[in-house]
């Protein structure tokens, strides 16, 4: 139980292991259950939450353990693990290195955990990573809201972020296949803050296969 050091009398923030555990997990068992399980525990609005509105530090790797790249076993998974990260509540936190899919397995000792880059390695994860940080941003929702799961099975998963003047639901689909889901979003359109696009909830809503997104209602 985390609020023993973090309080408003000792920590503002504490890494949030619980959830690290979570999110490789759930890829990797293919079972979005898990993660979802630990978010509600932690920032679901019921009265039985530990700490709704709490700001926890939210990684999925760091230099104690093997670095996310090495961790999945399937790589498709990398860039929306961190959409994931971006998208619920807490600090997230990259690892040096982690944001080009630097590998590093834990068990072969601090030097494959941190190696020194003598220049960076940009790729594609990391202009994703980079969208996916700008969105969280420019949102008070995903920066503060509130954690509601509205969508939830073993591949995929929908959740909404809110505050008193912003909502954004962040929808993910680690399945190589697509998924139509109908469901009540609340709302007609959406702008997706990590590509720009306009989604429509009309008829549905389609999520292909490896997708990520942050869909801000307007």
């Keep these: 139980d985390y609020r023993q050091i973090m309080n408003h009398e000792m920590c503002d923030s504490v890494t949030n292991y619980e959830c690290y ?26 009265p039985w939450a530990l700490f709704p ?22 790589k498709k998974h990398i860039p929306i693990l961190y959409a994931l990260l971006f998208g619920m509540p807490g600090i997230p936190c990259i690892y040096y290195g982690s944001e080009w899919g630097a590998e590093g397995r834990k ?42 799961s509205l969508v939830l099975q073993n591949q995929y998963c929908i959740f909404e972020r809110k505050t008193a003047n912003d909502r954004v639901l962040v929808a993910v689909n680690i399945g190589d296949t697509a998924v139509h889901v109908d469901f009540d979003a609340g709302a007609g359109r959406a702008r997706d803050l990590i590509t720009g696009q306009v989604h429509d909830f009309g008829g549905g809503t389609n999520l292909p296969p490896y ?8």
């Design 107 to 148: 068990e072969n000792g601090d030097a494959a955990l941190r190696p020194c880059f003598t220049a960076p390695q940009k790729n594609q994860l990391t202009d994703w990573i980079a969208s996916c940080a700008k969105a969280r941003r420019g949102s008070a929702a995903l920066c503060d809201g509130s954690f509601h």
């Design 211 to 218: 997708f990520a997104a942050f869909w801000q209602i307007f």
């Design 21 to 46: 555990k979570g999110l490789y997990s759930s890829f990797n068992s293919l079972n979005l259950f898990e993660i979802v399980h630990s978010l509600l525990r932690q920032f679901e609005s019921d």
């Design 53 to 74: 509105g709490a700001h926890p530090l939210s990684f999925v790797d760091n230099h104690d353990v093997t670095r996310a790249a090495s961790i999945l076993t399937n």
